[in-house]
């Protein structure tokens, strides 16, 4: 069964926009009734580990965001911020309570669908040294489908950039090892320049090992004599043999 929700902008004690949302007509605040930026340093105090890249889950009016962005000006570091709930990064864009934050230098904002796809584009573990994940509490608990959805995405992301770093430290040296080995090769052969525009009109295949070359690599043996094939580390193996 589905749940209403209804979002509302009040104002707070201290005179600022704070945000209500009302779920199957139960009342809960995103924000302070009575002083919302109070409250975020409060959240930002247990948050806060120094410089670094800060990945927030959660938007709100952005109050938390505005004060994690305050302590980052001095310091090396940015914010990613995630808001799974279009409807709540529209009404804090209409608030005013953004308009510090948007096009900003430290802090980028997703909203949506953008908010599960954000983060594929950015190498984490290059970027910054520390990598922190910071979950607003309150809207995980009310918008708990769709933050984990996001939570999950995150994880898998992170997991492949791990593995990903793992591997170049593993094979760094030996890849290294190897470029020098090579040297001599590279300066006394010929370049793949010397090829252009050599075969214009001509079919090519660039082949490369995977568990689809077994299976073609009669194809390629017909192509011979018709085509340029260029084979590449471990195939060279399998297309001679």
């Known amino acids: ?50 410089p670094g890249l800060y990945i927030v889950l959660g938007l709100g009016l952005g109050y938390h965001v505005s004060e994690l962005e305050r302590r980052l000006r001095a310091t090396r570091g940015d914010i990613v911020v995630l808001e799974p709930v279009q409807e709540i990064y529209d009404i804090a864009l209409s608030s005013g309570t953004l308009s510090a934050l948007v096009g900003g230098r430290k802090v980028q904002l997703y909203a949506g669908a953008q908010a599960r796809q954000a983060l594929q584009a950015r190498d984490l573990l290059v970027e910054s040294t520390s990598v922190f994940l910071r979950v607003h509490p309150v809207l995980h608990g009310l918008f708990r489908e769709e933050y984990d959805t996001v939570l999950d995405s995150l994880r898998g992301e992170v997991n492949r950039q791990v593995v990903n770093a793992n591997t170049l430290l593993f094979w760094d040296l030996l890849w290294l090892r190897n470029t020098i080995l090579n040297v001599p090769f590279l300066v006394s052969h010929p370049s793949g320049i010397h090829l252009q525009s050599r075969f214009k009109g001509v079919p090519a295949f660039i082949v490369a090992a995977g568990p689809s070359l077994d299976k073609n690599v009669r194809e390629l043996k017909r192509a011979q004599g018709r085509s340029v094939i260029l084979v590449v580390d471990t195939a060279l193996r399998s297309v001679l043999g």
């Open 1 to 50: 069964m589905s749940r209403k929700i209804h979002l509302t902008l009040e104002r707070a004690r201290s005179g600022q926009p704070t945000l209500c949302v009302r779920v199957d007509g139960t009342q809960h605040w995103i924000h302070s009734p009575r002083d919302p930026e109070a409250e975020a340093k409060v959240l930002v105090d247990q948050w806060w580990q120094g």
